[in-house]
């Protein structure tokens, strides 16, 4: 279905009993952000807090639930907008043998064309006010987390122009509020609206810069959807909601917005112009993505509806509100990556602990050795699946989201050094680990069962053992040992340990090895001492961000020089110091005591039912120092 307005689709979320208005006093500043997280944390509902010190509600949380993102789609079943790619693209490829089945694609091709998006004459409905000045801090724009450079937009469709051949990308980036009239422009190297910056910047032309709020929410996740640079992000939007969008011109540029809108900021940037310092940011990573320098956008106009409603969403530690968007991406575009990239992929999971580009799953149907390892490559060729970091192929069957059984898959099916395959090629510019900007390496585990052809599988190794008082007497700086997983016959030892000395972590690999304190142990994890080596969840989540695979994953030899079947994975922070590492290290992403207190002792009179602690008080340990800096490189 779709939605006549962002309102439209409010009043349906609070008809199914999935949104709750606040009517009491909620700052943007913090506090927004810091009852946001409780309530995504435990599934609560959509918020609209219908009060914070301007004459915009704020909507938020619209997507964080398997309800609620299958309703703003208008989907029943997350996987249905697949099945119907699916089926379309096997109308349009299968044999048509005669002038009847060649008819019979015509209302295939109809129903194509009544989801072009349309451009009207006249205003829309998002252009009902338009402000004398435009100033962008009448909006109520969230500062999200305590180190954050300032508030900034989190849910603008951000829409530029190709200057050779007039394509439209519709982008979402985050825009940091320098000014009434002047915001940062966050759009990362590998993206469609960045590309056009460079095209201007060349020509040495102004690049008209639109960004629109609110209306369908099916906009808002198009803006984020994976798609090629070829397909118009409104024809995709038309697909979903199976009706075409309208457009309207914008008042001082010549780009195309949704007519039903809540708000649009036009403007400009000038390639010419000097870069802005913008951020930190808390960012999806659940670290702070350190302060960079990006494009400044100028605001030329504000227009808004008259009943507008501002929508905005908070990134953090998962899971957050994008978990949710990132499933239906996973769910939506299984097919077509089918179809296209790799036939044999039978299912594909992105955990929310993997932050989506993190951690990847895959189940194929394997017919000849190798396959899992040309499946890896082909992902990770793949769109954004370049962006990926750890991925882990299994057989059809494989349940996915059953990490426990997916742990003794690869534990049975994948050996530590013939299975485990390594890559180097560009990251997402928020991986804080990577040796360089944007540029790291990728991990790949082939967990499928062997054929024999060549490949070789771990069954019949016998159960794994760890000495683990001989390891924690042996070497010091290990503080605890993560055996639960070993208990199961997986063959998975966590370690944690306070790294005192540059490489450190791999002296006690080798320790660990030409002491025979580990037998069929495929995998260890060095985790640094902050952190819970029994709490999954949160290992998976801060190992995957610490880890550049290249680097960090490593073996040692015997007297021989062989590799021991171990593969070591040191998850830890780095420094310069300890690990020649050459940049600044984030911060865990959490909120501030006063913020905390200040919503614990409002909380009744807010009217949003039963008390919800915050999430930041569990992970207090991983924060090492104030500021979005963990710390600060003293190099040479």
């Given at each position: 279905?779709?939605?006549?307005?962002?309102?439209?689709?409010?009043?349906?979320?609070?008809?199914?009993?999935?949104?709750?208005?606040?009517?009491?006093?909620?700052?943007?500043?913090?506090?927004?952000?810091?009852?946001?997280?409780?309530?995504?944390?435990?599934?609560?509902?959509?918020?609209?807090?219908?009060?914070?010190?301007?004459?915009?509600?704020?909507?938020?949380?619209?997507?964080?639930?398997?309800?609620?993102?299958?309703?703003?789609?208008?989907?029943?079943?997350?996987?249905?907008?697949?099945?119907?790619?699916?089926?379309?693209?096997?109308?349009?490829?299968?044999?048509?043998?005669?002038?009847?089945?060649?008819?019979?694609?015509?209302?295939?091709?109809?129903?194509?064309?009544?989801?072009?998006?349309?451009?009207?004459?006249?205003?829309?409905?998002?252009?009902?006010?338009?402000?004398?000045?435009?100033?962008?801090?009448?909006?109520?724009?969230?500062?999200?987390?305590?180190?954050?450079?300032?508030?900034?937009?989190?849910?603008?469709?951000?829409?530029?122009?190709?200057?050779?051949?007039?394509?439209?990308?519709?982008?979402?980036?985050?825009?940091?509020?320098?000014?009434?009239?002047?915001?940062?422009?966050?759009?990362?190297?590998?993206?469609?609206?960045?590309?056009?910056?460079?095209?201007?910047?060349?020509?040495?032309?102004?690049?008209?810069?639109?960004?629109?709020?609110?209306?369908?929410?099916?906009?808002?996740?198009?803006?984020?959807?994976?798609?090629?640079?070829?397909?118009?992000?409104?024809?995709?939007?038309?697909?979903?909601?199976?009706?075409?969008?309208?457009?309207?011109?914008?008042?001082?540029?010549?780009?195309?917005?949704?007519?039903?809108?809540?708000?649009?900021?036009?403007?400009?940037?000038?390639?010419?112009?000097?870069?802005?310092?913008?951020?930190?940011?808390?960012?999806?990573?659940?670290?702070?993505?350190?302060?960079?320098?990006?494009?400044?956008?100028?605001?030329?106009?504000?227009?808004?509806?008259?009943?507008?409603?501002?929508?905005?969403?908070?990134?953090?530690?998962p899971p957050q509100e994008d978990a949710w968007i990132g499933k239906a991406t996973e769910r939506i575009f299984l097919s077509p990556i089918k179809l296209s990239v790799v036939p044999e992929l039978a299912d594909l999971h992105m955990p929310a602990e993997g932050v989506f580009h993190n951690i990847v799953l895959a189940s194929i149907h394997k017919h000849y050795p190798g396959q899992a390892i040309k499946v890896m490559n082909s992902l990770w060729g793949a769109g954004q699946m370049m962006f990926n970091k750890i991925m882990a192929v299994f057989d059809e069957g494989a349940a996915l989201t059953d990490y426990l059984q997916l742990a003794h898959l690869i534990s049975k099916h994948t050996h530590p050094v013939n299975d485990v395959h390594f890559i180097q090629g560009p990251v997402d510019i928020l991986d804080h680990s990577s040796r360089k900007y944007g540029f790291g390496s990728k991990i790949g585990l082939d967990a499928t069962a062997k054929t024999g052809d060549g490949e070789t599988d771990t069954e019949g190794r016998g159960s794994p053992y760890t000495d683990v008082k001989g390891i924690m007497t042996a070497i010091p700086a290990i503080t605890s040992a993560g055996i639960k997983l070993m208990e199961q016959g997986i063959s998975v030892l966590i370690l944690t340990i306070n790294k005192t000395q540059p490489a450190e972590i791999r002296r006690a690999a080798r320790q660990i090895n030409e002491s025979g304190l580990i037998r069929n142990v495929s995998f260890v994890i060095f985790a640094d001492s902050i952190l819970d080596a029994g709490n999954f969840s949160v290992l998976s989540w801060v190992v995957a961000n610490n880890l550049d695979p290249m680097r960090d994953c490593f073996y040692t030899d015997d007297a021989e020089g062989n590799k021991y079947p171990v593969l070591f994975l040191d998850g830890t922070m780095k420094s310069f110091e300890m690990d020649g590492f050459m940049r600044d290290w984030p911060n865990v992403i959490l909120m501030d005591d006063n913020t905390i207190a200040k919503i614990d002792d409002r909380w009744d009179s807010l009217g949003i039912g039963g008390f919800i602690p915050s999430p930041s008080l569990q992970f207090k340990s991983l924060v090492t120092n104030a500021g979005a800096i963990a710390g600060k490189q003293d190099q040479p």
């Open positions: 279905m779709s939605y006549k307005s962002l309102k439209h689709f409010i009043q349906t979320l609070e008809s199914r009993g999935e949104l709750l208005r606040v009517k009491e006093f909620v700052s943007p500043v913090l506090e927004i952000s810091e009852i946001a997280d409780r309530f995504v944390k435990h599934k609560g509902k959509a918020l609209l807090f219908e009060n914070n010190g301007t004459r915009f509600p704020v909507l938020i949380l619209a997507f964080a639930g398997d309800a609620r993102i299958k309703l703003s789609l208008g989907l029943n079943d997350l996987d249905d907008a697949g099945r119907m790619i699916e089926a379309m693209v096997s109308d349009f490829i299968g044999p048509k043998e005669t002038f009847i089945d060649k008819l019979r694609m015509l209302p295939v091709l109809q129903e194509i064309s009544s989801w072009m998006p349309k451009t009207l004459s006249g205003r829309g409905a998002c252009q009902e006010v338009i402000m004398e000045t435009p100033d962008l801090n009448s909006l109520p724009v969230l500062k999200c987390w305590p180190h954050d450079g300032g508030p900034f937009i989190t849910l603008p469709c951000v829409h530029t122009r190709n200057p050779e051949n007039n394509t439209r990308n519709l982008g979402m980036y985050r825009m940091q509020v320098f000014g009434p009239d002047l915001a940062g422009m966050h759009w990362h190297m590998h993206k469609g609206s960045a590309y056009h910056y460079e095209l201007y910047k060349k020509a040495g032309k102004r690049m008209p810069v639109s960004v629109s709020l609110g209306g369908d929410p099916v906009y808002t996740y198009a803006a984020t959807a994976p798609l090629p640079d070829n397909l118009d992000e409104y024809l995709f939007a038309g697909f979903l909601r199976k009706r075409k969008a309208e457009l309207v011109r914008c008042i001082t540029n010549d780009l195309e917005v949704p007519a039903d809108a809540d708000f649009v900021i036009e403007g400009y940037i000038d390639p010419q112009e000097e870069l802005i310092l913008e951020g930190p940011f808390g960012d999806h990573t659940g670290f702070y993505s350190l302060a960079g320098m990006f494009p400044r956008f100028h605001v030329s106009c504000i227009t808004y509806r008259k009943d507008a409603v501002y929508p905005a969403t908070i990134v953090g530690i």
